[in-house]
């Protein structure tokens, strides 16, 4: 680290918005709430109520603007769009952001990384689906997402579809399985849309949904890693088979076993389905699913608000499987817009909900935001020989469709390998070679130094350090500073023989290595 970004460092944390709780808390809080309560609020509070818990104070505009933006679509607003929004005097003024997000395109983007991670999108070992495959099944992924496609057909079509795992992208969910066995199969089906780790099943449990996949076959073709799935032409015997729920069927020899499950699943009525997936859109927006952890759904880990989660169930039935509802739902909830700042000491209070989790961005959430700062790209290499997989420059990270090309930048904050389907395999805590690497790296330094766009905050402040630093704070922190960071950063900019250009990119890359930066909050 250079001893002027020590320097920096230093003066921000004595002299800055965090020396004070006044100062800590104005640029984050307000004062009232500017959202209606929904049914999310009217739960969760009667359950805080009960527990004695105070639930935080309401997020400001400054917060929101940057939250909703990262978890919508795991990208930085622009300072001109979050300046418009916070000189907006509209009262649904949050609601409508939401709406214009839900509707960008980096939302399918975002939001086909999340299910490339659970659905195991991955060309080389131990999934092996190879690039082809990666690319046909990714864009079938994020077109469902795209065109808002009811979530029970679009896991009817994975579970019951046939054909060339090229050109009939969604087969690629059973050939993006370890294990190709009926057990495996089913293990993969339970944890992906029942959120059941069978492990806490009887085997006797395990056994009998298996019977549903057990006629599942794959075979090769002359094409270079292609494979058909479909069924075994040559089962001719009557199946006797269990559900989960210890319901039964008889399956003739020319039904498909798998059309006769996914039409259990996906019913109103199943204990599972709309459960699960409410539980892991809440635990992608919230931090934390209302069964935890959000794929471990069993009778002796009980979610910790049972009438929130009834609710959110209720909801997606009736709203005929659409997610887009549930994200409304969350987004527009006062739950969700809560301060960060707790108000409670007790340990449930953020399970509960009580505040807005403080979170690590995701790794290729956080490399896109410095590229975005840097104005430069990342350059991904696919080490499969062939087919070679391009992957250009100006390309996000957060669209990468292929679990296998990665970096070590993503490598080092959390990327999950993809290889089990699990969420824990993405890691979101931070490190102390995370840290070494963000206050050492000189590619980080030489991105922030070379900045075109911190440039041009200093070509329009014309001289005046005032707001030169306002620009960079609204940048990097989509905030203005308060008076005693703007005091401090106005101090540092006068040390001898610094010069602006450099106590401009030590400010920068001083906020960088800030909490406020790193962190969904």
Not at 66 to 78: A, M, Y
Not at 141 to 164: C, H, K
Not at 473 to 480: E, G, K, N
Request: hydrophobic letters at 40%.
């Amino acid at each position: 680290m250079r001893p002027s970004l020590l320097a920096i460092l230093v003066v921000l944390a004595v002299h800055g918005g965090q020396a004070a709780d006044a100062q800590q808390t104005r640029p984050f809080e307000s004062d009232t709430w500017s959202v209606p309560a929904n049914g999310i609020d009217t739960r969760v509070l009667a359950a805080l109520e009960d527990k004695g818990i105070t639930p935080a104070n309401p997020c400001s505009d400054e917060v929101f603007v940057r939250r909703v933006h990262l978890d919508v679509i795991g990208t930085l607003p622009d300072p001109a769009d979050v300046r418009e929004f916070l000189q907006d005097d509209s009262p649904d003024k949050r609601s409508a952001l939401i709406e214009h997000l839900l509707q960008r395109e980096e939302f399918a983007d975002y939001w086909a990384l999340k299910w490339g991670d659970l659905l195991r999108v991955k060309a080389e070992f131990p999934i092996n689906l190879w690039p082809n495959a990666v690319q046909a099944y990714h864009r079938w992924i994020w077109q469902a997402i795209r065109q808002n496609r009811p979530y029970d057909e679009f896991v009817r079509e994975m579970l019951t579809a046939s054909g060339s795992n090229f050109r009939v992208p969604p087969v690629n969910f059973y050939r993006a399985v370890q294990s190709r066995e009926p057990s495996g199969l089913a293990e993969a089906v339970a944890l992906t849309f029942m959120g059941v780790r069978v492990a806490s099943w009887p085997p006797d449990r395990l056994d009998n949904m298996a019977v549903f996949f057990s006629r599942v076959t794959f075979k090769p073709t002359d094409e270079w890693k292609e494979q058909i799935i479909c069924l075994d032409p040559t089962a001719t015997d009557t199946l006797e088979a269990v559900f989960p729920d210890d319901t039964t069927a008889t399956i003739g020899p020319d039904d498909d076993p798998r059309v006769v499950f996914a039409d259990w699943l996906i019913t109103p009525e199943n204990p599972w389905f709309a459960r699960n997936i409410v539980n892991r859109v809440c635990a992608w927006l919230l931090g934390r699913g209302i069964v935890h952890e959000p794929d471990d759904i069993r009778p002796d880990n009980p979610p910790v608000n049972p009438e929130l989660l009834a609710y959110l169930e209720e909801e997606l039935v009736a709203a005929e499987f659409d997610l887009t509802h549930i994200y409304r739902l969350i987004l527009n909830s006062r739950t969700y817009q809560q301060s960060s700042i707790a108000q409670s000491d007790s340990p449930d209070a953020e399970a509960m909900f009580a505040c807005y989790p403080v979170r690590r961005l995701d790794a290729e959430v956080l490399i896109d935001a410095l590229d975005w700062v840097g104005g430069t790209g990342q350059s991904y290499v696919s080490p499969i020989p062939e087919p070679f997989t391009y992957v250009p420059e100006d390309q996000r990270s957060i669209s990468l469709s292929d679990g296998s090309i990665t970096s070590t930048f993503l490598q080092t904050f959390g990327r999950p390998s993809r290889d089990t389907g699990l969420e824990s395999e993405r890691g979101n805590q931070t490190t102390d070679a995370q840290r070494l690497y963000l206050l050492n790296s000189t590619a980080i330094y030489r991105r922030i130094a070379d900045s075109i766009r911190l440039r041009r905050i200093a070509i329009a402040a014309g001289g005046d350090r005032a707001e030169a630093i306002a620009g960079i704070y609204m940048t990097l922190l989509s905030r203005d500073p308060t008076p005693t960071e703007q005091t401090a950063a106005q101090a540092y900019w006068q040390t001898p023989g610094l010069g602006s250009s450099n106590a401009a990119t030590d400010l920068a890359w001083a906020l960088i290595n800030s909490m406020e930066f790193l962190y969904r909050h």
